[in-house]
Protein backbone atom coordinates (compact mmCIF):
# COMPACT_ATOMS: atom_id res chain seq x y z
CA UNK A 1 0.00 0.00 0.00
CA UNK A 2 1.19 3.67 -0.70
CA UNK A 3 2.25 5.98 1.99
CA UNK A 4 2.81 9.43 2.28
CA UNK A 5 4.77 11.03 5.37
CA UNK A 6 5.66 14.59 5.69
CA UNK A 7 7.56 14.58 8.87
CA UNK A 8 7.69 18.12 9.64
CA UNK A 9 4.69 18.98 11.87
CA UNK A 10 5.03 22.81 11.74
CA UNK A 11 7.48 25.41 10.11
CA UNK A 12 8.53 28.75 10.58
CA UNK A 13 9.75 31.60 7.61
CA UNK A 14 10.69 34.91 7.96
CA UNK A 15 8.61 36.79 5.39
CA UNK A 16 10.49 37.37 2.14
CA UNK A 17 12.69 34.28 2.60
CA UNK A 18 12.97 30.65 1.43
CA UNK A 19 11.19 27.80 2.69
CA UNK A 20 11.44 24.19 1.90
CA UNK A 21 8.62 21.52 2.96
CA UNK A 22 9.31 17.79 2.86
CA UNK A 23 7.46 15.38 1.52
CA UNK A 24 8.75 11.21 1.06
CA UNK A 25 6.17 8.54 -0.22
CA UNK A 26 6.70 4.91 -0.97
CA UNK A 27 5.10 2.99 -3.62
CA UNK A 28 5.50 0.53 -5.95
CA UNK A 29 3.91 1.75 -8.89
CA UNK A 30 5.57 4.03 -11.43
CA UNK A 31 3.45 5.83 -12.97
CA UNK A 32 1.07 8.11 -10.31
CA UNK A 33 0.83 11.94 -9.67
CA UNK A 34 1.97 13.70 -6.79
CA UNK A 35 0.48 16.93 -5.62
CA UNK A 36 0.87 20.03 -2.87
CA UNK A 37 -2.55 21.51 -1.56
CA UNK A 38 -2.42 24.53 0.52
CA UNK A 39 -5.67 24.73 3.90
CA UNK A 40 -5.12 28.49 4.74
CA UNK A 41 -6.87 28.64 8.39
CA UNK A 42 -10.58 28.68 7.45
CA UNK A 43 -10.50 28.64 4.16
CA UNK A 44 -10.57 25.99 1.64
CA UNK A 45 -8.23 23.89 0.15
CA UNK A 46 -6.70 24.84 -3.07
CA UNK A 47 -4.36 23.35 -5.06
CA UNK A 48 -0.42 24.45 -4.98
CA UNK A 49 1.36 22.83 -7.49
CA UNK A 50 1.34 19.12 -9.36
CA UNK A 51 3.84 16.71 -10.87
CA UNK A 52 3.46 13.62 -13.10
CA UNK A 53 6.06 11.22 -12.16
CA UNK A 54 7.16 10.06 -15.26
CA UNK A 55 7.60 13.89 -15.86
CA UNK A 56 12.01 14.17 -15.21
CA UNK A 57 11.50 18.37 -15.03
CA UNK A 58 10.40 19.66 -11.89
CA UNK A 59 6.80 21.43 -11.64
CA UNK A 60 6.85 24.97 -10.84
CA UNK A 61 4.67 27.94 -10.19
CA UNK A 62 5.52 31.44 -9.64
CA UNK A 63 6.94 31.38 -6.17
CA UNK A 64 6.34 27.43 -5.48
CA UNK A 65 8.28 25.09 -6.98
CA UNK A 66 8.65 20.93 -6.36
CA UNK A 67 12.30 19.10 -5.83
CA UNK A 68 11.60 15.49 -7.17
CA UNK A 69 13.43 12.66 -6.60
CA UNK A 70 11.94 9.68 -7.86
CA UNK A 71 13.83 7.05 -6.87
CA UNK A 72 14.52 8.51 -3.66
CA UNK A 73 10.93 9.03 -3.40
CA UNK A 74 11.16 12.37 -2.27
CA UNK A 75 8.64 15.14 -3.32
CA UNK A 76 8.94 18.49 -1.33
CA UNK A 77 8.08 22.38 -1.87
CA UNK A 78 10.00 25.51 -1.94
CA UNK A 79 8.42 28.71 -1.19
CA UNK A 80 10.40 31.26 -2.20
CA UNK A 81 10.36 35.34 -1.10
CA UNK A 82 7.78 34.06 1.47
CA UNK A 83 4.58 36.41 1.48
CA UNK A 84 2.15 36.26 4.82
CA UNK A 85 -0.47 34.97 2.80
CA UNK A 86 1.26 31.77 2.39
CA UNK A 87 1.08 31.03 5.93
CA UNK A 88 -1.62 27.77 6.16
CA UNK A 89 -1.11 23.73 6.20
CA UNK A 90 0.27 22.59 3.35
CA UNK A 91 -0.76 18.67 2.46
CA UNK A 92 1.36 16.43 0.20
CA UNK A 93 -0.40 13.85 -1.58
CA UNK A 94 -0.28 10.95 -4.10
CA UNK A 95 -2.80 9.62 -6.60
CA UNK A 96 -2.35 6.22 -8.73
CA UNK A 97 -2.35 6.48 -12.45
CA UNK A 98 -3.35 3.42 -12.99
CA UNK A 99 -6.04 1.10 -10.98
CA UNK A 100 -9.22 3.08 -8.90
CA UNK A 101 -6.93 6.15 -8.56
CA UNK A 102 -6.88 6.17 -5.24
CA UNK A 103 -5.83 9.70 -3.23
CA UNK A 104 -3.54 9.28 -0.48
CA UNK A 105 -2.57 12.32 1.70
CA UNK A 106 0.17 13.17 4.14
CA UNK A 107 -1.16 14.51 7.86
CA UNK A 108 0.42 18.02 6.78
CA UNK A 109 2.49 20.96 7.76
CA UNK A 110 1.88 23.98 9.19
CA UNK A 111 3.94 27.03 8.03
CA UNK A 112 3.65 30.41 9.88
CA UNK A 113 5.57 33.14 8.08
CA UNK A 114 6.49 35.69 10.57
CA UNK A 115 6.60 39.49 9.69
CA UNK B 1 -18.97 28.69 -12.10
CA UNK B 2 -20.14 28.32 -8.71
CA UNK B 3 -17.33 26.14 -6.42
CA UNK B 4 -17.82 23.55 -4.19
CA UNK B 5 -20.50 23.52 -1.56
CA UNK B 6 -21.33 21.44 1.38
CA UNK B 7 -24.26 21.81 3.88
CA UNK B 8 -24.28 21.77 6.25
CA UNK B 9 -21.54 23.85 7.71
CA UNK B 10 -21.62 22.97 11.29
CA UNK B 11 -23.52 19.98 13.05
CA UNK B 12 -24.04 18.81 16.58
CA UNK B 13 -25.25 14.82 17.39
CA UNK B 14 -24.84 12.95 20.29
CA UNK B 15 -23.45 9.50 20.34
CA UNK B 16 -25.47 6.82 18.70
CA UNK B 17 -27.40 9.22 16.37
CA UNK B 18 -26.78 9.29 12.32
CA UNK B 19 -25.97 12.19 10.33
CA UNK B 20 -26.42 12.80 6.27
CA UNK B 21 -24.30 14.93 4.89
CA UNK B 22 -24.32 17.17 1.16
CA UNK B 23 -21.66 17.98 -1.15
CA UNK B 24 -22.88 19.39 -4.46
CA UNK B 25 -19.53 19.37 -7.41
CA UNK B 26 -18.75 21.96 -9.86
CA UNK B 27 -20.84 21.72 -12.64
CA UNK B 28 -19.38 19.30 -15.12
CA UNK B 29 -17.16 17.27 -12.20
CA UNK B 30 -18.48 13.88 -11.94
CA UNK B 31 -16.12 12.79 -9.46
CA UNK B 32 -16.46 13.33 -5.76
CA UNK B 33 -14.26 12.30 -2.57
CA UNK B 34 -14.96 12.17 0.94
CA UNK B 35 -12.39 13.01 3.29
CA UNK B 36 -12.55 12.90 7.23
CA UNK B 37 -9.76 15.15 8.75
CA UNK B 38 -9.04 15.39 12.05
CA UNK B 39 -5.87 17.22 13.98
CA UNK B 40 -2.42 14.84 13.67
CA UNK B 41 -4.20 12.34 11.44
CA UNK B 42 -4.24 14.51 8.32
CA UNK B 43 -7.15 14.10 5.68
CA UNK B 44 -8.20 10.34 5.57
CA UNK B 45 -10.11 9.28 2.63
CA UNK B 46 -13.40 7.55 2.66
CA UNK B 47 -14.76 7.21 -1.12
CA UNK B 48 -14.94 8.16 -3.90
CA UNK B 49 -17.88 8.33 -6.66
CA UNK B 50 -18.01 8.61 -10.28
CA UNK B 51 -20.83 8.77 -12.29
CA UNK B 52 -23.40 7.54 -9.72
CA UNK B 53 -20.63 4.39 -9.40
CA UNK B 54 -18.33 4.10 -6.03
CA UNK B 55 -14.98 3.66 -7.18
CA UNK B 56 -12.45 3.76 -4.51
CA UNK B 57 -12.84 3.35 -0.53
CA UNK B 58 -11.02 4.16 2.17
CA UNK B 59 -10.71 2.08 5.48
CA UNK B 60 -13.44 3.17 7.66
CA UNK B 61 -15.98 0.98 9.01
CA UNK B 62 -19.21 0.37 7.40
CA UNK B 63 -21.15 2.83 9.32
CA UNK B 64 -19.53 5.39 6.99
CA UNK B 65 -21.62 5.15 3.72
CA UNK B 66 -22.17 7.16 0.45
CA UNK B 67 -24.19 7.67 -2.55
CA UNK B 68 -23.91 9.56 -5.53
CA UNK B 69 -26.61 10.92 -7.54
CA UNK B 70 -27.33 11.69 -11.58
CA UNK B 71 -26.77 15.33 -11.24
CA UNK B 72 -23.17 14.48 -9.41
CA UNK B 73 -24.64 15.58 -5.78
CA UNK B 74 -23.38 13.25 -3.25
CA UNK B 75 -24.41 12.29 -0.27
CA UNK B 76 -22.45 10.99 2.78
CA UNK B 77 -24.11 9.02 6.07
CA UNK B 78 -22.38 8.18 9.52
CA UNK B 79 -24.54 5.95 11.37
CA UNK B 80 -24.51 5.08 15.33
CA UNK B 81 -21.99 7.86 15.63
CA UNK B 82 -19.61 8.03 17.93
CA UNK B 83 -17.36 10.23 19.93
CA UNK B 84 -14.65 9.75 17.74
CA UNK B 85 -16.69 10.37 14.46
CA UNK B 86 -16.15 14.32 15.73
CA UNK B 87 -14.02 15.89 12.51
CA UNK B 88 -14.22 18.00 9.53
CA UNK B 89 -15.70 16.03 6.72
CA UNK B 90 -14.26 17.62 3.00
CA UNK B 91 -16.25 16.85 -0.34
CA UNK B 92 -13.75 17.63 -3.46
CA UNK B 93 -15.08 17.32 -6.77
CA UNK B 94 -12.93 16.93 -10.15
CA UNK B 95 -13.67 15.75 -13.58
CA UNK B 96 -12.33 12.39 -12.33
CA UNK B 97 -9.85 11.78 -14.55
CA UNK B 98 -6.56 10.44 -12.71
CA UNK B 99 -3.83 14.09 -12.95
CA UNK B 100 -7.28 15.99 -12.10
CA UNK B 101 -7.06 18.52 -9.51
CA UNK B 102 -9.09 17.99 -6.70
CA UNK B 103 -11.67 20.71 -5.61
CA UNK B 104 -12.43 21.12 -2.12
CA UNK B 105 -15.21 22.59 -0.36
CA UNK B 106 -15.50 24.51 3.21
CA UNK B 107 -15.98 21.19 4.99
CA UNK B 108 -19.12 20.27 7.45
CA UNK B 109 -17.87 20.63 11.05
CA UNK B 110 -19.15 17.64 12.65
CA UNK B 111 -19.06 17.54 16.62
CA UNK B 112 -20.42 14.43 18.39
CA UNK B 113 -21.12 14.51 22.37
Known amino acids: AQTVTQSQPEMSVQEAETVTLSCTYDTSESDYYLFWYKQPPSRQMILVIRQEAYKQQNATENRFSVNFQKAAKSFSLKISDSQLGDAAMYFC????????????FGTGTRLKVLA | KAGVTQTPRYLIKTRGQQVTLSCSPI?????VSWYQQTPGQGLQFLFE???????NKGNFPGRFSGRQFSNSRSEMNVSTLELGDSALYLC????????????FGPGTRLTVL
Open chain 2, 27 to 31: SGHRS
Open chain 2, 92 to 103: ASSLGDRGDEQF
Open chain 2, 49 to 55: YFSETQR
Open chain 1, 93 to 104: AYRSARGTYKYI
